[in-house]
Antibody
């Protein structure tokens, strides 16, 4: 069974940093594109980033480009999202998701990031 | 960026009746090379993460009930639930998987009338 489990969320002050992790199991992690998507409270889904299987191709949404960095450790079956210069409007549930290319086909439960002073 | 616009924003349908949700893309998401539409639908029930229902505009994921169907081509797409069940109460999103940035519609909230 495909599973992705996010961790690392929490409360952080504006301007601070946080690193999210996503542990994957049940599929060949190194062969799959992976996505990060977020959802602000009561709002819709916003795609943030995609990374290919070996980490050589990465794309970001304009809203996080230059502040967020996605990476992966295929030996640990883990995806990461390093978030710098966090703003209040970055407050959201952050989802890790398995991709079949650009199709987002399996979602984690999400981890809540709250940016507040 | 490709803008995805759904209609309506919310919808109330009686149990057993048909529900129809529309999605329009700001540019064609039909590939000329493979004649496939790069459109997915996902369902998000209250308090849960989204779940993929349909990709390639009309291809249902394994385990998705056949009352869910997708149609359309180019820029105009439809998700149809043929006979609404109580467990279908959710927010439905369309998503283009044609190019980055990947974009979602704003969501359609489906409720029971």
């Amino acid at each position: 069974e495909v599973q992705v489990v996010e961790s690392g969320g929490g409360l952080v002050q504006p301007g601070g940093s946080l690193r999210l992790s996503c542990a994957a199991s049940g599929f060949t992690f190194s062969s799959n594109w992976m996505h990060w998507v977020r959802q602000a409270p009561g709002k819709g889904l916003v795609w943030l980033s995609i990374i290919d299987g070996d980490g050589s191709t990465i794309h970001y949404a304009d809203s996080v480009n230059g502040r967020f960095t996605v990476s992966r450790d295929n030996a640990k079956n883990t995806l990461y999202l390093k978030m710098n210069s966090l703003r209040v409007d970055d407050t959201a549930v952050y989802y890790c998701a398995k991709g079949s290319g650009y199709i987002i086909d399996s979602w984690g439960q999400g981890t809540l990031v709250t940016v507040s002073s | 960026d490709i803008v995805m616009t759904q209609s309506p924003d919310s919808l109330a349908v009686s149990l057993g009746e048909r529900a129809t949700i529309n999605c329009k893309s700001s540019q064609s998401i039909l590939s000329g090379s493979n004649n496939k539409n790069y459109l997915a639908w996902c369902q998000q029930k209250p308090g849960q993460p989204p779940k993929l229902l349909i990709s390639w505009a009309s291809s249902r994921e394994s385990g998705v009930p056949d009352r869910f169907s997708g149609s359309g081509s180019g820029t105009d797409f439809t998700l149809t639930i043929s006979s609404l069940q109580a467990e279908d109460v959710a927010v439905y999103y369309c998503q283009q998987h044609y190019s980055e940035p990947i974009t979602f519609g704003q969501g359609t909230r489906l409720e029971i009338k």
